[in-house]
């Protein structure tokens, strides 16, 4: 059997990180096994249909490297793709006519009301919750015509086989099984003739040929119902596949602070595609060695089901700032420059910046969102006409930033007039004694020396502190780093002079010195 997989959204949000482990997933067992990925829109639920959602989900896939072979956008042998358009076009209308024909379903006339009071009364005597029959499951054609007469809404609901056992062979879990006593019917079209979520997909993997159905977890209490229809329709089941929940780093539910986020936030916030593929390709699915970093291909290369878990799989935000940062680090200071071009112009980076606001329960770092994106465009700005300079500054920054949106902040210095001083780091040092006078002369010197490497700048440092009687050099370089970088952390000293060059050296090392007190 060739391999056909479908990412099936229900386009009502953002999509977040689950679904992208599921469509992850999808993609790398059809491109392993030379099979198709299909992207098939869930819209039936009207009220809860969002057209931007749609469209963002397929921006998102793609930013990420998600690739389909058939969908909405792209046409394909069983178009079309979205099943609010399947209804228009009557796919699913000979279905229903045999479900109904074959009493493989039923019409059911109960008004919410009445639907309500079975709850009730289920829920009062302990019963299981849910719609085992009542009074429509085995109702008489005349009464079912009476009522349809009257003009009655009514649903379709499936005619779950009583007294069996309902058993699945999952990829991951193995076989589960239900006793079909306590499986409701569910509905498969609702009262204004729309096919729920239930008939529509399993119609759709039928008709679209799907050979494996990934999605989550939480999908397996569905489970019974879909292979009830599947087995009384005669055809032929897929594979399912449930993947394991996702939970935060303490073993809990996914929150904000673990990631529990838009996909395209990780954009904005600077994370890369790869290594964000990477990392939500290691939620609950493992290569079966000890490799963590993984290119795309040897994701591919490496897919099997064999090395998914049944048990919920971690989300840590930490694993990714090291996969993202490990990304940067490997690339040359030129790429990393178009890189961060790209980025700081994209839209979805600069609006997600304009609105930031910092939240203490997301887990990021505390930045003021107004000073990141001022920074990003410095960034830009020289990233477009200054392309040494601006990789020499990207070069030593490389080394220590996780994020792209942190090469902003990280390079100010570099691209800023005068650096923006951090007031704790002037408070530590300018208000030393010595410092005021050498700021001055270490101006004076660099500039007459003309210094360009790092050993001389080095060398102009060491002079002042034998000549001045200092036994250590922290005295000496510590006010300097601040003086031309604004704070107390960075790149090497001496390199960072290097990059900033002779001019702005000594232009800067003589303006602190109104910051002395
Ligand atoms: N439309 C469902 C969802 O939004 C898809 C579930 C499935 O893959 O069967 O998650």
């Not at 208000?431 to 360009?452: D, F, I, T, W, Y």
Request: proline share 6%; hydrophobic share 35%; with cysteine.
């Amino acid at each position: 059997m060739s391999v056909r997989v479908r990412f099936a959204p229900s386009p009502t949000g953002y999509l977040h990180v689950g679904a992208l482990r599921t469509a992850l997933f999808d993609e790398l067992f059809a491109r392993k096994n030379n099979g198709k990925n299909i992207l098939r829109i869930e819209d039936t639920d009207r009220a809860r249909y969002n057209a931007e959602s749609e469209q963002e989900f397929i921006e998102s896939l793609k930013w990420v490297g998600i690739d389909f072979d058939e969908g909405p956008h792209l046409g394909g042998p069983f178009a079309p793709y979205r099943q609010s358009e399947r209804k228009e076009f009557g796919i699913y209308a000979p279905i229903l006519k045999r479900v109904l024909e074959e009493g493989i379903g039923y019409k059911a006339f109960d008004t919410p009301e009445e639907l309500d009071e079975m709850r009730l009364t289920q829920q009062i005597n302990k019963q299981p919750t849910g719609y085992f029959g009542g009074e429509w499951r085995d109702a008489s054609p005349e009464k079912v015509a009476e009522a349809e007469s009257e003009g009655r809404p009514y649903v379709v609901r499936l005619k779950v086989q009583r007294g069996k056992r309902i058993v699945i062979d999952d990829a991951i879990r193995g076989r589960i099984e239900w006793d079909s006593n306590l499986v409701d019917d569910p509905v498969l079209i609702k009262a204004d003739g729309m096919p729920t979520y239930h008939f529509a997909a399993i119609v759709d993997d039928h008709l679209m040929q799907i050979s494996h159905v990934f999605r989550g977890e939480e999908w397996v209490s569905s489970a019974p119902k879909h292979v009830e229809l599947i087995d009384q329709l005669g055809w032929e089941r897929p594979m399912f596949v449930h993947c394991p929940v996702i939970v935060g780093k303490t073993g809990k539910k996914l929150s904000k602070r673990d990631g529990a986020t838009r996909v395209l936030d990780y954009m904005a916030k600077g994370y890369l595609a790869n290594p964000l593929k990477n990392f939500i390709a290691l939620i609950g699915w493992s290569p079966g060695d000890n490799r963590e970093e993984l290119s795309p291909q040897e994701l591919i290369d490496s897919f099997d089901i064999k090395g998914l878990q049944a048990s919920p799989g971690k989300f840590d935000i930490d694993k990714l700032n090291w996969l993202n940062g490990s990304a940067i680090r490997q690339m040359s200071a030129t790429d990393l420059r178009k890189v961060l071009l790209e980025y700081v112009e994209s839209p979805v980076t600069q609006g997600y910046w304009q609105t930031y606001e910092y939240d203490p329960e997301s887990g990021d770092p505390a930045v003021d969102g107004d000073r990141t994106l001022e920074t990003l465009n410095l960034l830009a700005e020289a990233a477009k006409s200054r392309h040494d300079y601006c990789d020499a500054a990207i070069g030593l920054e490389q080394e220590r930033v996780q994020r792209l949106a942190d090469f902003g902040e990280a390079c100010s210095f570099f691209f800023e007039d005068t650096p923006t001083m951090h007031p704790d780091a002037v408070k530590k040092w300018f208000g030393q004694p010595h410092v005021k006078n050498m700021l001055h002369e270490l101006s004076q010197e660099v500039a007459s020396r003309s210094c360009s490497k790092p050993e001389e700048f080095e060398a102009v440092l060491r002079n002042w502190q034998t000549s001045n009687g200092f036994e250590k050099l922290g005295p000496i370089v510590h006010p300097v780093r601040v003086a031309l970088t604004g704070r107390t952390f960075g790149p090497g000293l001496w390199e960072l002079m290097e990059v900033l060059g002779n001019e702005k050296v000594a232009k800067r090392l003589e303006l602190a010195r109104s910051l002395c007190f």
